[in-house]
C-alpha cells in the first residue's frame, strides 16, 4: 500500500494498526482502523485495509462487506476487490482483473520486476516461447512483432533477433520505463491489449503474450482481436497457467485456463493450432507451477 489519507492522523493510527497486525494482535488492529476510518470515511486504501484484516481474522461476511463499500468509493477497483471478492465465491466470476488494478500492481512491481520473476520465480517463458518458434520456423524473420504486456522487456529481448520491427504494449508506465531502457523495441505504446490489437488490422506477422493472459480469463476478446491484427500467416504464441476449468481465478490473482478452451477459443477466432504442450514457466514456493505453451497461425 502506498497511497495516505491526506490526514496525518488517520496515517499514523494506519501505521499503528499495520504493526499490530504484524505482531498477529488483528483484533487490534481491526479497531484501531475501524476508528481511523471515522476520521477518514472516504479513504478507499483505509477500506481495502480493514477489509484485509477483517479476512485474515476469520470474519468473512464483515470483510466481504468492506470490500463492497471499499468498490463504492473506487469503481474503477485499482486494488482488486472484486477479484478478491470472486475468489471468497461473493461475487459472480470475473472474467479477468480490472485494469487500474493491473496497472498499478505493476508500476508498484517495476523496480524490482526482473529480478523477482527471474531469481526469485525462475521465469522462463521467454526463453520457451523463443524455442517453439525456432523449432516450428528455424529460418523464419518477422517483418513486424507485438510483444503484449511487454513488461520489462524479457520477451522482446529473447526475439529481438529474428524481427525487423518490435513493438510492445503494456497498461504499466513504471514497465514501460524499464522497457525502453533495454532498448529491444522500435516502438512502446502505454494501452490496453486490446486497445493495441483493435487499432491495427492485418499487421503483425509474430503476435507475442508470456505470462500475460493469466490477468485475463475468458479469452474470447483477446483472440478475435489478435487474429484482426494479424497477418496472414502470422504466428500467436503465448503462455497460460494451465487449469481443469475453461478459466479460473486463482488465490494468486491469476486466471487458469484449461487445453480445451484453448483450443477452443482459437478455434472460435479461427486461428489454427501447430502446439500445444504442457509446461511451467514459473514456480511458486519453489514448485512448478503447471502451464501450457501455445503456437497457433492465421491461416493464408
Known amino acids: 500500500m502506498t497511497s495516505t489519507s491526506d490526514n496525518s492522523t488517520a496515517d499514523r493510527r494506519t501505521d499503528m494498526a499495520m504493526q499490530l497486525r504484524a505482531r498477529g494482535d488483528v483484533e487490534a488492529a481491526i479497531d484501531l482502523m475501524q476508528q481511523t476510518l471515522e476520521l477518514?470515511?472516504?479513504?478507499?486504501?483505509?477500506?481495502?485495509?480493514?477489509?484485509?484484516?477483517?479476512?485474515?481474522?476469520?470474519?468473512?461476511?464483515?470483510?466481504?462487506?468492506?470490500?463492497?463499500?471499499?468498490?463504492?468509493?473506487?469503481?474503477?477497483?485499482?486494488?482488486?476487490?472484486?477479484?478478491?471478492?470472486?475468489?471468497?465465491?461473493?461475487?459472480?466470476?470475473?472474467?479477468?482483473?480490472?485494469?487500474?488494478?493491473?496497472?498499478?500492481?505493476?508500476?508498484?512491481?517495476?523496480?524490482?520486476?526482473?529480478?523477482?520473476?527471474?531469481?526469485?520465480?525462475?521465469?522462463?517463458?521467454?526463453?520457451?516461447?523463443?524455442?517453439?518458434?525456432?523449432?516450428?520456423?528455424?529460418?523464419?524473420?518477422?517483418?513486424?512483432?507485438?510483444?503484449?504486456?511487454?513488461?520489462t522487456g524479457l520477451m522482446g529481448a529473447a526475439i529481438r533477433?529474428?524481427?525487423?520491427?518490435?513493438?510492445?504494449?503494456?497498461?504499466?508506465?513504471?514497465?514501460?520505463?524499464?522497457?525502453?531502457?533495454?532498448?529491444?523495441?522500435?516502438?512502446?505504446?502505454?494501452?490496453?491489449?486490446?486497445?493495441?490489437?483493435?487499432?491495427?488490422?492485418s499487421t503483425y506477422d509474430l503476435v507475442l503474450a508470456a505470462d500475460v493472459l493469466v490477468y485475463v480469463g475468458n479469452l474470447a476478446h483477446v483472440m478475435s482481436a489478435t487474429e484482426h491484427a494479424m497477418t496472414k500467416s502470422g504466428l500467436f504464441v503465448f503462455s497460460v497457467q494451465a487449469g481443469d476449468a475453461d478459466f479460473r481465478l486463482g488465490p494468486d490473482q491469476r486466471f487458469s485456463h484449461s487445453e480445451a478452451y484453448i483450443r477452443a477459443s482459437l478455434c472460435s477466432a479461427r486461428l489454427s493450432l501447430i502446439q500445444i504442450t504442457n509446461s511451467s514457466f514459473r514456480q511458486e514456493r519453489n514448485t512448478d507451477v503447471p502451464g501450457l505453451l501455445v503456437v497457433a497461425a492465421k491461416p493464408t
Request: glycine share 8%; aromatic share 8%.
Open 161 to 201: 533477433d529474428i524481427t525487423t520491427k518490435l513493438e510492445g504494449v503494456d497498461l504499466s508506465a513504471g514497465m514501460l520505463t524499464a522497457a525502453k531502457r533495454k532498448n529491444v523495441y522500435d516502438n512502446l505504446d502505454h494501452a490496453s491489449l486490446l486497445d493495441a490489437l483493435r487499432a491495427h488490422a
Open 40 to 151: 477518514v470515511p472516504n479513504w478507499p486504501e483505509g477500506r481495502f485495509i480493514l477489509a484485509n484484516m477483517e479476512l485474515e481474522a476469520g470474519q468473512t461476511e464483515t470483510g466481504i462487506g468492506t470490500l463492497r463499500a471499499y468498490l463504492l468509493l473506487d469503481p474503477a477497483d485499482s486494488l482488486g476487490a472484486s477479484a478478491k471478492l470472486a475468489t471468497l465465491g461473493a461475487t459472480a466470476d470475473t472474467h479477468d482483473l480490472p485494469s487500474a488494478y493491473v496497472e498499478r500492481l505493476f508500476d508498484q512491481y517495476a523496480p524490482r520486476f526482473d529480478k523477482a520473476l527471474v531469481d526469485g520465480l525462475k521465469y522462463s517463458a521467454p526463453q520457451q516461447i523463443r524455442t517453439a518458434i525456432d523449432t516450428h520456423f528455424p529460418q523464419r524473420r518477422f517483418d513486424r512483432a507485438l510483444d503484449l504486456g511487454c513488461g
